[in-house]
């Protein structure tokens, strides 16, 4: 997540109840001696685990099950979600960065923005990206099932109907060609042409 340099300390906060458990990740995370791993805190004390922090990914709270809504686990989340903007806003630093994943992630963040003044706006964030990167996968499957394939055999459905080669479209291509390369094409979106450079490298 921070690159292959950069070494951390973690601190990670749980409830009273899952103290223990809580205490047998930290001995996991020591047992396995990750040379970036330079400290971990296990705390209850939302304190604690708020001092000093440079990166807050905040997952802490009820999951929904089966059945539920994002908004059934609401009222359940956003209290605690207050509890740690106070934390965040008096005993992180300044520059945090934060990450909210817990439920209803959206009104979490806005919670935790309007308690925790001093870390800035722009720092304060959600999980929305789990969406946009299945959007990716999604599409990703569907080009691969339906699209490549009627690309491929668009030239001999063409022919079929004609019975000669592709002709407007094949000039109208060659002008676009010699347009782009001639004049440049506008900027877009750069994930868009990674994926697009995925696909074409996959074919
Ligand atoms: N935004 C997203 O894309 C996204 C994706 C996955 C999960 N989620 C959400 O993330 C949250 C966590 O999901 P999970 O599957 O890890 O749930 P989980 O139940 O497995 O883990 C939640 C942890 O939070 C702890 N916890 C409960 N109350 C707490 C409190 N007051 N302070 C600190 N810790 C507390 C629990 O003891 C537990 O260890 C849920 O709200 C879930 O809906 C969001
Ligand atoms: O849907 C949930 O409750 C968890 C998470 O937000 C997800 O989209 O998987």
């Given at each position: 997540m921070l690159g292959p340099d950069q070494p951390v300390i973690i601190h990670m906060l749980d409830i009273e109840a899952a103290a223990d458990s809580l205490n047998g990740v930290k001995m996991e995370l020591i047992d396995a001696a990750l040379p970036l791993l330079k400290g971990v805190v296990a705390t209850t004390d939302v304190v604690e685990a708020c001092s000093g922090v440079e990166i807050a990914v905040m997952v802490g709270g009820f999951h929904r099950k089966e059945g539920m809504e994002r908004k059934d686990v609401m009222s359940k989340n956003v209290s605690i979600y207050k509890a740690y903007a106070s934390a965040l806003?008096?005993?992180?630093?300044?520059?945090?960065?934060v990450l909210v994943v817990a439920n209803p992630a959206n009104t979490s963040v806005l919670i935790l923005k309007e308690f925790a003044h001093s870390i800035p706006e722009k720092n304060i964030t959600c999980l929305t990206r789990l969406d946009q990167n299945r959007a990716l996968g999604q599409i990703s499957e569907k080009l691969k099932e339906?699209?490549?394939?009627?690309?491929?055999?668009r030239g001999a459905t063409i022919i079929k109907a004609r019975k000669m080669s592709s002709a407007l479209s094949a000039a109208s291509a060659a002008c676009d060609h010699m347009r782009d390369w001639l004049l440049g094409t506008p900027k877009v979106c750069m994930s868009f042409l990674s994926f697009l450079f995925f696909?074409?490298?996959s074919l």
């Open positions: 806003d008096q005993h992180a630093t300044p520059h945090c960065k339906e699209f490549v394939a009627r690309v491929q055999q696909w074409f490298s």
